[in-house]
């Protein structure tokens, strides 16, 4: 088994595969709309703040393993293959994500955080944090176990993108959740209010 991979680069490297995708999902989203069913994995406006921070907020406040992020990123592919209409996107990706995250450390950690605790970090109310849990659970036909060959597979996949982060200056974390929370709390009462 791989060495863990730090906090900063797991955050980059995370971050820049959901920016891929959503990028590469561009294209084949313009002028489509989800059906009612995942209209609530969807913001109506773009997030006041960056993936990167997103991403490292989850990090950085649920403390868990990196195998969770892992396991989240292969839900996330699992969701998308079989939910056409459910491609990443910027107006997604942060709920997806999240969702994926704590579906992963339900599955993976002795001591998952709650949904409680789990929803302010994420962004979301408790209401909705439950009902996209259960929408992705329905999505993933309630599989959350993943063979491991796959996982493997894909923790070298990101320990490849790992190394080349360490090849290139490696930015600070500049985002604490501790720090931050006021901002935090800023960016999403001003998104609740659009």
Not at 77 to 83: A, G, I, L, N, Y
Not at 117 to 131: I, T
Not at 148 to 174: D, K
Request: net charge negative; with cysteine; aromatic share 8%.
């Amino acid at each position: 088994m791989a060495a863990p991979l730090e906090p900063d680069i797991l955050v980059q490297i995370v971050t820049k595969r959901i920016k891929d995708c959503c990028v590469a999902n561009e294209s084949n989203l313009s002028g489509t709309q989800a059906p009612p069913s995942l209209a609530p994995f969807f913001s109506l406006h773009p997030q006041p703040f960056t993936l990167s921070y997103y991403v490292n907020r989850l990090v950085t406040a649920l403390s868990c393993s990196p195998s969770v992020f892992i396991c989240a990123l292969i839900y996330l592919d699992r969701v998308q293959t079989k939910e056409n209409a459910l491609q990443l996107s910027e107006l997604n990706c942060h709920r997806l994500f999240s969702t994926a995250v704590l579906l992963a450390m339900k599955w993976l950690d002795d001591e998952a955080v709650n949904n409680v605790r789990f929803a302010p970090v994420s962004g979301m109310s408790l209401f909705e944090l439950n009902r996209l849990e259960v929408t992705m659970l329905h999505m993933l036909d309630w599989g959350l176990s993943v063979e491991p060959i796959v996982y493997y597979h894909r923790e070298r996949i990101l320990i490849r993108a790992a190394i080349e982060f360490e090849s290139e200056p490696v930015l600070p974390r500049t985002v604490s959740y501790t720090s931050n929370e006021k901002e935090w709390n800023q960016a999403i009462s001003s998104q609740a209010d659009r």
